[in-house]
């Protein structure tokens, strides 16, 4: 800063901000505090973030700068902060909010969407404010954000917002500084912003005056109503109605697959589930997500809701609207919310696909008239050891980026294929997509396409380097060959275990190298085989794979996903002789099955051989007991932890090899307690502290060779938090430092920010050589 003279008492400089700086108050903050400290100036939103011009006494100025966290609004938070110039001062006194300018480089400042406010929920409830009920209630702190959001700054003409003209009510306070929605850009008022409508299907062609009374009634009624929230419809029922939540389930198509729900506040919370302190701070934040909670066995929800599970995905109202549906006596405590498609498609944004689509699938329909933007599902995260550990990054998370140690060209990372998210990064920073789901669904494709196209769009980049799986049939490897050779990008493929466990050493901002365990579904793996149960060293750059879980044929490729005792049966065949382990598996299966089984076992083209740690899971859930066929990803192994019970059981053996992890003596041992009639949550316990083990043991030898004492943990597996809760303080007490995921999933939601840091890694030119072989 210039040393000022008592000649120049006034000083002008300019404050660029970038982070979370706009739709959370942040104009309307800074305007307050210049204001009261005498300074002039202006404020705006540029596509970068925000710009200021303040003038004053050198020291207030100093002040400011010195102390400028302290000035922000709270849901807001400073990436970077540069006072790049000294202005001649202009000898202004006012200070004023102008108009935003989109021009400039963008970094996607729109903010994520925010649940209701305390403020705002106050308002609702109090019957003689304007806004009382008022199902669209928002304020500079709350509301929707990106769903609704169509350009850069964001600002209401900018978002779905600008379909509403303020009423002159709304434009008073909007214009008052001294208001709480002074510059509020998604405020509104019953006299001016976005109206319900309920209709029945079929519809009746009557008028409806009371949509929320309307929806309660069918609601309480056993029916299933689609609901439009932020980001997409729900489809909703009475979540202690097991009729309705049956029916539900059959017209979905989704028979077992875990469904949300929504409780009416934080008390009818905790009736359902035992809820901690970690627990209570994600259902009540900002981006309020679905929360996993332990469920109380006497609790009112029916237990179809989430069948043979433990834990129940919970949220609290987020919206006004649904805090106004559960504000009547005659509302059960908790309602089934789960996204309104048919199984794997995107969910519904459009009243008329629900319409048009879905109509078998509702009774009624809860709609209005503020168009969703972004289509946006609900985050689902879990607690460990207080922690977060999210398990799908969406709304309320994105668009906010990930900042990586490094910068680069823009890298457009494709992900995997189930779970997709992709990210595109731009400087430092890695944007990720909301939740896109499976991309081998058309829909989905598409949804992806323009989504990609959208994030690109609103940051202003065309990316040079595009990076994928290795797998060749994902449709996202395909997507990613198909743009690199159409606008002749830089195509890189990256190993799928790498990508994960690059993904939380990104999310950490971490370089490495580090041993990386990644224990997972499966992943194309260098040497054509289906990886999964993998232990590297690695960095953001490259790895080598040290030690892995042994290779048994996965009978039928993918098939074997769906039917989990087909990898019962090829863990058997590996542990016993072929005739003993054929015998064995007649207490499952029929012997013609398993004849045939046991040929496409043996047919290589068939059968690829894998080392996948979740499908080790699925053949002890099979041989413990569970059903011919899983009708979601991961339920055999989701049941299988919910199995277990606290206490110390033992373990059972395995062999730890100099590249592999034998495997027999695990499954013999199954055997053999299945024989004495052990519990099945006994043995589902023991096998859990045995794969809980040989990471500690797998870790124990890299640590000692390399002489690393980081270790990151990714992959599907590590959602497991039965196996998280022993594992990690198990490493930590042997003195190792632990990277888990807090900020993307370790299951293939998250794959796209590996592959992002790793392109970026690889794209650099200055250090050629990576740290590691
Ligand atoms: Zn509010
Ligand atoms: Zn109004
Ligand atoms: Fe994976």
Redesign the pocket.
């Known amino acids: 800063m210039n040393p000022t003279s008592p000649n120049n008492p006034r000083q002008r400089v300019r404050i660029r901000v970038q982070g979370r700086v706009q739709g959370v108050g942040f104009r309307p903050t800074i305007y307050r505090a210049m204001t009261s400290r005498g300074c002039g100036g202006t404020i705006k939103n540029t596509p970068g973030g925000v710009e200021i011009e303040v003038e004053g006494n050198p020291e207030t100025i100093h002040g400011i700068i010195e102390n400028f966290s302290d000035l922000i609004p709270k849901r807001a938070r400073i990436d970077d902060l540069t006072v790049d110039e000294e202005l001649s001062p202009e000898g202004t006194s006012d200070f004023s909010i102008i108009s935003s300018s989109s021009s400039g480089d963008s970094l996607l400042p729109i903010p994520p969407d925010l649940a ?2 305390t ?2 929920k106050g308002e609702l409830n109090n019957e003689r404010d304007r806004r009382a009920g008022y199902p669209f ?7 929707p954000r990106f769903t609704i959001a169509r350009d850069v700054p964001f600002d209401r003409p900018t978002s779905a917002m600008d379909d509403f003209p303020l009423c002159e009510a709304c434009q008073k306070e909007y214009n008052d500084p001294s208001d709480r929605r002074f510059h509020a850009q998604t405020m509104s008022c019953p006299d001016c912003g976005p109206s319900l409508t309920f209709t029945p299907v079929p519809s009746d062609d009557t008028t409806h005056p009371h949509p929320i009374a309307d929806t309660r009634r069918m609601l309480v009624s056993g029916g299933i109503v689609a609901i439009k929230g932020l980001g997409g419809f729900h489809l909703a029922c009475d979540a202690t109605n097991a009729s309705a939540v049956a029916r539900i389930r059959k017209r979905k198509n989704r028979p077992h697959k875990p469904l949300a729900i929504m409780a009416a506040d934080l008390s009818r919370c905790e009736d359902i589930g035992q809820i901690n302190d970690g627990e209570k701070k994600l259902l009540t934040s900002p981006p309020s997500p679905i929360v996993l909670v332990r469920k109380r066995p006497d609790g009112p929800v029916v237990d179809l809701v989430a069948p043979g599970l433990q834990k129940i995905g919970i949220m609290l109202p987020y919206t006004p609207l649904h805090a106004q549906l559960f504000r009547s006596p005659d509302m059960p405590p908790a309602l089934v919310m789960t996204s309104c498609n048919r199984s794997d498609e995107p969910i519904a944004t459009s009243v008329d696909t629900v319409h048009d689509d879905l109509m078998d699938i509702v009774d009624g329909i809860l709609w209005h008239n503020r168009p969703v933007e972004n289509r946006c599902d609900d985050s689902l995260v879990a607690s460990v050891n207080g922690t977060p550990l999210p398990m799908r990054r969406s709304r309320g998370y994105v668009p906010e980026p990930i900042i990586l140690d490094m910068a680069g060209p823009s890298v457009f990372a494709t992900g995997a294929m189930w779970k997709n998210t992709f990210a595109v990064t731009k400087g430092r920073r890695a944007f990720l997509s909301q939740h896109i789901g499976n991309v081998s669904d058309a829909d989905n494709a598409r949804h992806f396409q323009n989504t990609y196209e959208r994030f690109s769009d609103l940051l202003n980049v065309s990316p040079e380097t595009v990076v994928c799986d290795l797998h060749p049939d994902y449709p996202t490897t395909r997507f990613a060959r198909e743009l690199s050779e159409r606008e002749g990008l830089n195509l890189m493929q990256v190993q799928h275990h790498h990508a994960h466990l690059a993904s939380c050493l990104a999310e950490g901002e971490g370089t490495g190298p580090a041993i990386g365990v990644s224990m997972d579904g499966t992943g194309y793996g260098d040497d054509g085989c289906m990886w999964g149960g993998e232990f590297m060293v690695f960095d953001e750059r490259d790895y080598q794979r040290r030690l892995h879980l042994e290779y048994v044929p996965m009978p039928g490729g993918d098939q074997a996903v769906l039917e989990p005792h087909r990898m019962a049966l090829s863990h058997m065949k590996n542990a016993f002789a072929d005739s003993e382990a054929s015998r064995h598996m007649e207490r499952y299966l029929d012997p013609a099955t398993i004849d045939a089984l046991a040929n496409i076992l043996n047919d290589s083209d068939l059968s690829p051989r894998t080392s996948s740690c979740g499908r080790l899971f699925d053949a002890v859930a099979a041989l413990i007991g569970f059903g011919p066929e899983a009708t979601y990803q991961g339920q055999a192994a989701c049941e299988l932890e919910a199995m277990c019970k606290p206490g110390e059981y033992g373990t059972y053996n395995y062999e730890m090899g100099k590249e592999t992890i034998e495997l027999g003596g695990i499954i013999r041992g199954v055997w053999e307690d299945l024989q004495k009639s052990v519990h099945p949550g006994i043995i589902a316990t023991k096998f859990h502290h045995t794969t809980s083990d040989i990471i500690l043991a797998g870790c124990g030898r890299l640590c000692e060779q390399t002489g690393i004492h980081t270790v990151a943990l990714s992959g599907g597996v590590m959602q497991n938090t039965h196996l998280l809760d022993r594992l990690i303080p198990a490493l930590q007490s042997r003195g190792l430092t632990v990277l888990s995921h807090s900020r993307v999933p370790p299951n293939d939601g998250g794959i796209a920010l590996g592959q992002a840091s790793i392109a970026l890694s690889r794209l650099r030119p200055d250090d050629k050589h990576s740290k590691i072989g």
């Open positions: 209701t406010c403020d705002c209630n928002t304020c500079t702190c709350c509301g």
